[in-house]
């Protein structure tokens, strides 16, 4: 048992119904308890789709398990067949369903539909949400992939585009940004999928060339598949950021054999991060949080392209535990392997950084200590599927990551007049930017507790509060490293002013 009140990722099912509900064609008959339907609503509420989702549950209730479950199932998967004709079905099973042991793929072999049938077999007390959308993904294309058929001399190079899902976070911006890099490249686009493709499409996978993975998360294991049963290439590199996006052109344009010199698409974000406005962004402290793809990526950016300090690094996908462990060592810090919300609520609130790049999760967690944040990554409320175009990936995503992560900082002007007029109404400490809303002023965050023997001289203490606070818990913290490291059982004004002499040689 494990006491939870958030989670970063839901159950293995809703992966499935997120590959189901991307593609066309496919119906997913899913034995669940009466209630399970929750899960529509994240792909028409939050997503807002137009369509309910490709899915039939049994929906079983109490008193069905006197009686006969598995024939409750065998109807529904019958039923969904005549209803929606299917060009093919997944059946799997829901977490309590799984406990009732009613072989959904046996099941469902027993009807003979004239349809192929994908069984699911999704461990949801061992695994979750981005695992089951990769394993039903694999599932299909290992169901449904051809071998190769031989390509005609002189065609233009030939890539798939895999990973984008449903209820994935910017899937829908990202996919127009790839393709734009691709075709830069003169390398036409055979199959996206999940997103928008038919099992038929899934047949086809073959007749391109390589693999474009944009979400190892999702895409990863099918593209291994494809890798080692028909011998197709895949890109590793994820292009979000510029730096990135320039290296991913590189690996497409080995991968296909074309000369990646001649592309130089115009991007915004290197020349806004070096304009003289941008200046007090440099050193700014910054803690980054969710799935690995997002947040390794969102650590370049922030340190390569807009000069932060990334103070800290993790992800709950415990599956790429390892690139994300190596991403943080280039930081020099140790990633957070966690999908415990309160251990990366307690990291942000001993780091005390200056921006929180992170989930939905991260964002109540800064709003509670009074942070600034911007939103990275799944999970994600309504307001991160915008209607506007809003990619991650690509030179327009670049453009987009500067806007949205510089957005919730105070700007150079205003930190300005927050250190002259400390005791104005508008400018008081805590107030938040003034261009976030005028709702109740944020609090002030919380004063780390001194650590250590080291006390503070009221003196001492009453010129800390000049400083202005978004610098003020750094002071702090270094005045007691420096006391601690002289012995010292009291900071004096002189301590403080010591320390100040003494990091900032
Ligand atoms: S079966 Fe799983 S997803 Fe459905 S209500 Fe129970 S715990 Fe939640």
């Not at 006491?3 to 499935?16: D, F, I, Q, R, S």
């Not at 807002?48 to 989702?53: F, G, L, N, V």
């Not at 990769?134 to 051809?146: C, G, I, N, P, S």
């Not at 698409?265 to 304009?275: Q, T």
């Amino acid at each position: 048992m494990e006491l939870a009140v958030w989670t970063y990722e839901g159950p293995p099912h809703v992966g499935a119904m997120r590959i189901a509900t991307a593609m066309k064609g496919v119906h997913y008959v899913l034995h669940a308890p009466q209630g399970d339907t929750y899960a529509d609503l994240l792909f028409t509420m939050i997503e807002r789709r137009a369509a309910r989702p490709p899915v039939t549950y049994t929906t079983f209730q109490a008193r069905d398990l006197g009686g006969d479950t598995a024939e409750l199932f065998m109807e529904a998967a019958r039923d969904a067949y005549a209803r929606f004709a299917p060009q093919a079905m997944l059946v799997g099973a829901s977490c309590t369903a799984e406990l009732i042991q009613d072989d959904p793929g046996g099941l469902a072999r027993t009807l003979g539909l004239p349809v192929p049938v994908v069984p699911l077999e999704l461990p949801s007390y061992q695994k979750k949400e981005n695992w089951g959308a990769a394993e039903t993904f694999y599932r299909l294309v290992r169901a449904f992939a051809q071998p190769r058929a031989a390509r005609a001399e002189g065609t233009a190079p030939r890539a798939n585009i895999l990973g984008p899902t449903a209820l994935g976070f910017r899937h829908r911006d990202d996919i127009i940004e790839v393709k734009r890099l691709l075709a830069l490249l003169g390398v036409e686009v055979n199959v996206v999928a999940p997103e928008g493709a038919t099992p038929a499409d899934l047949a086809r996978l073959t007749e391109a060339d390589f693999n474009v993975v944009l979400y190892p998360e999702t895409a990863g294991v099918a593209a291994a598949f494809l890798q080692r049963q028909f011998g197709m290439p895949m890109t590793r590199i994820v292009p979000i950021g510029v730096g990135t996006t320039r290296d991913f052109l590189r690996e497409v344009a080995t991968l296909a054999g074309v000369d990646a010199g001649r592309v130089e698409e115009a991007c915004r974000l290197p020349w806004y991060s070096r304009s003289v406005d941008s200046t007090y962004l440099t050193g700014k402290r910054v803690f980054i949080f969710g799935d690995a793809t997002h947040a390794i990526a969102a650590a370049r950016v922030a340190a390569e392209e807009l000069g932060f300090a990334v103070v800290g690094l993790g992800t709950y996908s415990r599956e790429f535990a390892r690139e994300v462990r190596e991403a943080a060592k280039a930081h020099g810090i140790e990633a957070l392997i966690t999908d415990d919300y309160l251990k990366v609520e307690e990291a942000i609130a001993t780091l005390r950084p200056e921006l929180v790049l992170g989930t939905q999760m991260e964002r109540h967690i800064a709003k509670r200590l009074g942070i600034p944040c911007a939103v990275i990554s799944a999970p994600v409320h309504v307001q991160d599927f915008p209607a506007r175009h809003s990619p991650q990936m690509g030179f327009e995503g670049a453009n987009v990551l500067f806007d949205t992560w510089v957005h919730p900082l105070m700007m150079g002007l205003e930190e300005h007049l927050l250190g002259m007029f400390r005791e104005d109404f508008e400018f008081s400490d805590g107030a938040a930017p003034s261009h976030l809303g005028h709702g109740p002023k944020a609090e002030a965050p919380p004063e780390p507790v001194a650590s250590g023997p080291a006390t503070w001289a009221a003196e001492a203490e009453s010129e800390l509060k000049k400083i202005p606070f978004f610098v003020r818990g750094k002071a702090r913290r270094n005045t007691e490293k420096f006391a601690a490291e002289r012995g010292l059982a009291t900071i004096t004004l002189e301590t403080l002013y010591d320390a100040k002499a003494h990091f900032s040689r």
